[in-house]
């Protein structure tokens, strides 16, 4: 049994707010729930009362109005739509755990698997101002089908939901049942410009479109793809309790990948060492969080050159290398992204100590160069210029280093193909659909939180290269804050130089 399977007789309808279809009779066809007058009297009856005591305001509430107030300002007279998506099967009829998308959990503040279907509305006010509200499905009461029959939602089966006022108290936001949706972004359609974040609920999405009668698709698909634009850009730089909340996620990680670090002896045992290695991180991220931020990249050799190898099958062999890219999301979900790659047994060979030396020194040099008023891009750049004049002396580029960092050449980037830095925060990729001039051709500026994680990818089938780098992928990834007067490394705890990483993983298997 799963809190997330359904075993209910009731028919499918669709409910006539979204047109989602209720999936509540998954499964009917081996439902044994009695249905008799008695049972449904009885169970409804001889609870003890509940303790009705609101929660506590959560601190980010003090946050999220400037959050929604720049959101405001820049679709005055607008009704905008946030939803915060709604739960998705994996198979038959259990779901995958729920995540609210990312713009609603930065206006409400709400994070973890809380209020799956819940929409936010911002109803334009006069003088260009919107006021909030959170529609949601608050908890049926024992007297309900719902309470012993909705295994997606009643509390027999996934226990206690939040009420209106639970919510409200929490995030100081007006909130209002989710039957009353559908009248709330329909008023006046025809009059108003309705824009709702794309992709975070299809469902929603689609009776906004239905409503959206002045508009073409395309125009009312620019509409929502410059809200979502908006949404991303209000993230490019963190408040103080965003950047308490990523402190304390690379704080998780770094914890985690201590675990790691002592997993790598039954790792080496296990015909699926990789999975050893990645159940590791895993479990202390459900510890200290919600989970991981992202599916995590443990790659053990030769599988350490690809670059999002996530299938984490292989064998993990002493005296290679393991490529570990993870971070710990927290409650708030908001993520770390931290990469080490590390001797399996403990201590680098020589030609591994080499490489890994060069992709330390291009995330230093790029690290030593961040700093408010470079432009985003140039983080980039910086690691470059290390990493092709290592190559060239080594004697592996076809041309020069000053040919290779050319925008016509650029041949370095066969073994370094990534980018070098992306913004971090609620997604390991935050701001993705900031643009262009918000993003890369931007300064940096402080509350700016985004990774340095330069590498070098030798794959065992490059014959461009001398044998004694095949099968060596490198990568190291920090996560780094802008301040007033320059850049921290929140990540640093965890040991970066070749011989604090074999001193820690010593240390560490005592």
């Not at 971090?424 to 051709?441: I, K, N, P, T």
């Not at 007067?485 to 929140?490: F, H, K, P, S, T």
């Given at each position: 049994?799963?809190?997330?399977s359904?075993t209910?007789?009731?028919?499918?309808?669709?409910?006539?707010?979204t047109?989602k279809?209720?999936?509540?009779?998954?499964g009917s066809?081996?439902?044994?729930?009695?249905?008799s007058?008695?049972?449904?009297?009885?169970?409804?009856s001889?609870?003890?009362?509940?303790?009705?005591?609101?929660?506590?305001r959560?601190?980010?509430?003090?946050y999220?109005?400037a959050r929604?107030?720049?959101?405001?300002?820049?679709?005055?007279g607008?009704?905008?739509?946030i939803?915060?998506?709604d739960?998705?099967?994996?198979?038959?009829?259990?779901?995958?755990?729920?995540?609210?998308?990312?713009?609603?959990?930065h206006l409400t503040?709400l994070?973890?698997?809380?209020?799956?279907?819940?929409?936010?509305?911002l109803?334009?006010?006069?003088?260009?101002?919107?006021?909030?509200?959170?529609y949601?499905r608050?908890?049926?009461?024992?007297?309900?089908?719902?309470?012993?029959a909705?295994?997606r939602?009643?509390?027999?089966?996934?226990?206690r939901?939040?009420?209106?006022a639970?919510?409200?108290a929490?995030?100081?936001?007006?909130?209002?049942?989710?039957?009353s949706?559908?009248?709330?972004i329909?008023?006046?359609?025809?009059?108003i410009?309705?824009?709702?974040?794309?992709g975070?609920?299809?469902?929603?999405?689609?009776?906004?479109?239905e409503?959206?009668?002045?508009?073409?698709?395309?125009?009312a698909q620019?509409?929502d793809?410059a809200?979502?634009e908006?949404l991303?850009?209000?993230?490019?730089t963190?408040?103080?309790w965003?950047i308490?909340?990523m402190?304390?996620?690379v704080d998780?990680?770094?914890?985690?990948?201590?675990?790691?670090?002592?997993s790598?002896?039954?790792a080496?045992?296990?015909?699926?060492?990789?999975?050893?290695?990645?159940?590791a991180f895993?479990?202390?991220?459900?510890?200290h969080?919600?989970?991981?931020g992202?599916?995590?990249?443990?790659?053990?050799?030769?599988?350490?050159?690809?670059?999002?190898?996530?299938?984490?099958?292989?064998q993990?062999?002493?005296?290679?290398?393991v490529?570990?890219?993870?971070?710990?999301?927290?409650?708030?979900?908001?993520?770390a992204?931290i990469t080490?790659?590390?001797?399996?047994?403990?201590t680098?060979?020589d030609?591994q100590?080499?490489?890994?030396t060069a992709v330390?020194?291009?995330?230093?040099?790029?690290?030593a160069?961040?700093?408010?008023?470079?432009?985003?891009r140039?983080?980039?750049?910086?690691?470059?210029?290390?990493?092709?004049t290592?190559?060239?002396?080594w004697?592996l580029?076809?041309?020069?280093?000053?040919?290779?960092?050319?925008?016509?050449?650029?041949q370095?980037?066969?073994?370094?193909?990534?980018?070098?830095?992306?913004?971090?925060?609620?997604?390991?990729h935050?701001?993705?659909q900031?643009?262009r001039e918000?993003?890369?051709?931007?300064?940096?500026?402080?509350?700016?939180?985004?990774?340095?994680?330069?590498?070098?990818?030798f794959?065992?089938d490059?014959?461009t290269?001398?044998e004694?780098?095949r099968?060596?992928?490198v990568?190291?990834?920090d996560d780094?804050?802008?301040t007033?007067?320059?850049?921290?490394n929140?990540?640093?705890a965890?040991p970066?130089?070749?011989?604090?990483?074999?001193?820690?993983m010593?240390?560490?298997?005592g």
């Amino acid at each position: 049994m799963t809190s997330t399977s359904s075993t209910t007789d009731q028919n499918a309808p669709e409910t006539e707010q979204t047109g989602k279809q209720d999936v509540s009779s998954r499964g009917s066809n081996r439902s044994q729930r009695p249905t008799s007058a008695a049972f449904r009297d009885f169970i409804a009856s001889g609870w003890a009362p509940r303790e009705e005591q609101p929660p506590a305001r959560e601190q980010v509430a003090d946050y999220t109005p400037a959050r929604r107030a720049a959101l405001s300002a820049a679709f005055p007279g607008e009704r905008l739509v946030i939803p915060a998506g709604d739960l998705k099967v994996r198979s038959n009829d259990t779901d995958y755990r729920f995540r609210p998308h990312s713009a609603f959990a930065h206006l409400t503040g709400l994070g973890t698997d809380e209020e799956p279907g819940a929409v936010l509305v911002l109803e334009p006010q006069d003088e260009g101002a919107h006021e909030a509200t959170l529609y949601f499905r608050p908890q049926g009461g024992r007297d309900s089908e719902e309470f012993y029959a909705d295994a997606r939602y009643g509390e027999f089966w996934i226990g206690r939901r939040p009420g209106l006022a639970d919510i409200e108290a929490r995030t100081g936001l007006a909130c209002a049942h989710v039957d009353s949706l559908d009248d709330a972004i329909g008023k006046d359609a025809g009059q108003i410009t309705i824009r709702v974040v794309p992709g975070a609920d299809a469902a929603v999405q689609a009776r906004v479109q239905e409503l959206r009668t002045q508009m073409s698709t395309e125009e009312a698909q620019q509409a929502d793809e410059a809200l979502a634009e908006v949404l991303s850009e209000l993230r490019l730089t963190k408040d103080d309790w965003e950047i308490e909340q990523m402190r304390q996620a690379v704080d998780a990680s770094i914890d985690a990948f201590g675990e790691v670090a002592r997993s790598l002896p039954r790792a080496v045992g296990h015909p699926r060492g990789e999975r050893v290695i990645e159940g590791a991180f895993f479990a202390r991220a459900r510890e200290h969080g919600n989970g991981i931020g992202y599916d995590t990249i443990s790659a053990a050799g030769n599988h350490a050159t690809t670059l999002h190898w996530i299938r984490n099958d292989g064998q993990v062999r002493a005296g290679e290398l393991v490529l570990v890219d993870a971070g710990v999301e927290v409650d708030s979900l908001y993520t770390a992204d931290i990469t080490r790659t590390l001797p399996v047994d403990g201590t680098f060979t020589d030609i591994q100590r080499k490489v890994y030396t060069a992709v330390l020194d291009a995330a230093d040099h790029a690290f030593a160069s961040a700093r408010p008023g470079l432009r985003f891009r140039d983080v980039h750049a910086a690691a470059m210029e290390v990493l092709a004049t290592r190559l060239q002396e080594w004697g592996l580029l076809p041309v020069d280093a000053a040919t290779s960092l050319s925008p016509e050449g650029q041949q370095h980037r066969r073994w370094m193909p990534h980018g070098t830095s992306h913004h971090l925060g609620l997604d390991v990729h935050d701001c993705a659909q900031a643009r262009r001039e918000m993003y890369l051709d931007a300064e940096l500026r402080p509350g700016m939180i985004f990774t340095i994680e330069p590498g070098l990818y030798f794959k065992t089938d490059d014959l461009t290269v001398p044998e004694e780098y095949r099968g060596i992928g490198v990568r190291i990834e920090d996560d780094i804050l802008v301040t007033a007067d320059g850049v921290e490394n929140l990540s640093a705890a965890l040991p970066r130089e070749p011989d604090d990483v074999e001193a820690w993983m010593a240390a560490l298997r005592g």
